[in-house]
């Protein structure tokens, strides 16, 4: 047997740094969602009994609210694509995908805690 069959193979550190993006951009569309939750619940509770007009407010407010994170999506998924491309294997590269997982998850907690 050659020496190089009997060694595991390693994932490249470019191979991570895109499924790790891929993940980051799957839990970022989970979090427009969870922020739609968030603005209608808190919409709602400043809003509520105040009639027919209330009911509009919460429309506006979660429409408005996809909208922005839409907006905000597209430039992390664009920026960080782009950032990670240019900085594989680096550490900040590394601490950036570690902060981006935490803060869409803290979100998507957030929405449940809500």
Request: aromatic content about 10%.
């Amino acid at each position: 047997m050659r020496e190089d069959e009997t060694k595991p193979k390693k994932i490249s550190a470019s191979v991570l740094a895109v499924l790790l993006w891929i993940v980051t951009a799957i839990l970022g569309l989970l979090d427009i969602l969870a922020v739609r939750h968030i603005a209608r619940a808190i919409s709602a509770r400043i809003w509520s009994g105040t009639g027919r007009s209330s009911y509009w407010a919460l429309v506006n407010v979660s429409n408005w609210s996809v909208v922005a994170m839409a907006l905000i999506w597209i430039v992390v998924a664009v920026g960080g694509g782009e950032f990670h491309r240019s900085r594989v294997g680096q550490r900040s590269s590394w601490r950036l995908f570690g902060w981006t997982i935490g803060v869409e998850v803290a979100i998507y907690v957030l929405s449940l805690l809500v």
